[in-house]
């Protein structure tokens, strides 16, 4: 398209074998390295999700970490999530129909409907000044987990053909991700809200929230401009999840 520059995606650095690739880039961080640099382990011996929970990533699925440094305050950097949220649903539509992907909240990437892909965001004050941000993420790209507690799929699962090498996976996910950083960098949250509520799955159906020792009940409306999500509850209010596990209908 006349007018836009060609993406330019970070340095792809291959581990043949790492505890977790999250793990790698908070090392690299506090030892003063910036990024960006996208690490990507072939063989993950203790891969990490949300809330401290293992995550398998089995031989020949994604697991890739970027390593970036930002000046942005933690709350919105935060916002990087949904960025991650968006790339890795840009990068299974290559593979996959796109009628098949969606987003579950807070960034759980779905392949009809069931969890193909794990986003981890970790911070910490750079000793650069500001914040390094470790943007962890798994795709199973192969095959799902032998021991998951929750419903998965995978690429292969949906494909006649073989699935993408972790590496062609890498790139692609790179590359949309720098698209999406640029559409966060240039319009702003707003943008990337839109675009994450576009594919998100369950919005207007019930809803359950569970948040650490409550568990509530409503409709999911959408997002605010922070990226909670919208509760309306049975009598009414809306009440704002901002962190929490959600369900619909058993995804």
């Not at 929750?150 to 790139?171: C, D, V, W």
């Amino acid at each position: 398209m006349a007018g836009v520059s060609p993406v330019v995606v970070p340095p792809i650095v291959v581990l043949d074998e790492i505890d977790s690739t999250n793990a790698e880039a908070r090392r690299r961080a506090e030892a003063g390295e910036a990024g960006p640099v996208w690490l990507v382990g072939l063989r993950q011996t203790a891969g990490r999700g949300r809330r401290g929970r293992a995550w398998e990533t089995g031989e020949g699925n994604l697991a890739a970490t970027l390593l970036l440094r930002t000046d942005r305050p933690p709350a919105e950097a935060a916002q990087v999530s949904f960025v991650a949220a968006l790339a890795v649903a840009d990068m299974l539509s290559q593979y996959v129909p796109a009628s098949l992907v969606s987003l579950k909240w807070p960034n759980d990437p779905l392949l009809g409907g069931v969890k193909v892909s794990g986003i981890l965001i970790e911070s910490g004050a750079s000793p650069l000044g500001g914040l390094w941000l470790a943007v962890g993420v798994g795709v199973n790209l192969v095959r799902k987990p032998i021991d998951s507690e929750r419903p998965a799929t995978s690429i292969a699962t949906h494909r006649e053909i073989p699935p993408p090498s972790a590496l062609e996976a890498a790139h692609a996910l790179a590359e949309a991700f720098e698209r999406w950083s640029r559409v966060w960098t240039s319009l702003g949250f707003p943008a990337i809200a839109d675009a994450w509520t576009a594919r998100a799955h369950g919005l207007g159906e019930p809803c359950v929230a569970r948040l650490g020792t409550e568990t509530v009940e409503g409709i999911a409306e959408g997002l605010d401009g922070d990226g909670a999500l919208r509760l309306r509850l049975d009598d009414g209010r809306v009440r704002r999840i901002t962190a929490g596990d959600v369900f619909f209908g058993g995804a």
